[in-house]
């Protein structure tokens, strides 16, 4: 079974940058992709994009694209998601999920990551 | 982008009883190699999503037999046949096939 590891919560100024992590035990593949979902306050959850765990490859949802960079650190079995310009629409938590590679679904999912936006 | 709708958006049920969820697609999410990836997730009160179904029908390890997922095309349909006081909570589809991943705006299931 895979395990997700967010880092603890954040409180950023606006127009400030954010960097989050996201550490993977337990999967039995390590041809998997992690991806970051943003889920403000009474909003969808809305997916921001993804990281391969090995070759590093990632796809960013064009809403993020811009202001948003997903890492690894395959060493560490970390993923890193940096949200840049941070404005109020911000506040909100954020989650890192696993897919093994093509599987077409999010199985495990870490705790969150409360970040707030705030002067 | 596909947007998710789901019908309701609160369903209050009794103990014992069943409960429906829809989930509409504004395209089909069948992709290119054939297959449909729809997932359903339960998002308990204080707790991450958590994967209960995935491409329309097939249930995730740990899963209870009394949740199910159908459907085909745009429209699908999780049903939990006997609602438990374990059920409580936000259901979600999201959809897999086309990028950007895109999830409806959530069920919220509590009991009468």
């Known amino acids: 079974q895979v395990h997700l590891v967010q880092s603890g919560a954040e409180v950023k100024e606006p127009g400030a940058s954010v960097k989050l992590s996201c550490k993977a035990s337990g999967s039995p593949s390590a041809n998997y992709v992690i991806h970051w979902m943003r889920q403000a306050p009474g909003q969808r959850l809305e997916w921001m994009g993804w990281v391969h765990a090995v070759n590093g490859n990632r796809l960013y949802s064009q809403k993020f694209q811009g202001r948003v960079t997903i890492t690894t650190d395959t060493s560490a079995s970390t993923a890193y998601m940096e949200l840049n310009s941070l404005r109020s629409e911000d506040t909100a938590l954020f989650f890192c999920a696993h897919e093994n590679w093509g599987s077409g679904h999010l199985d495990y999912w870490g705790q969150g990551t409360l970040v707030t936006v705030s002067s | 982008d596909i947007v998710m709708t789901q019908t309701p958006l609160s369903s209050p049920v009794t103990l014992g009883q069943p409960a429906s969820i829809s989930c509409r697609s504004s395209q089909s999410l069948v992709h290119s190699d054939g297959n449909t990836y729809l997932s359903w997730l339960q998002q308990r009160p204080g707790q991450p999503p958590r994967l209960l179904i995935y491409k329309i029908s097939n249930r995730f390890s740990g899963v209870p037999d009394r949740v199910s997922g159908s459907g085909a095309g745009t429209d699908f349909t999780l049903t939990i046949s006997r609602v438990e006081a374990e059920d409580v909570g936000v259901y979600f589809c999201?959809?897999?096939?086309?990028?950007?991943?895109?999830f409806g705006q959530g069920t919220k299931l509590e009991i009468k």
């Open positions: 999201m959809q897999c096939t086309q990028f950007p991943y895109t």
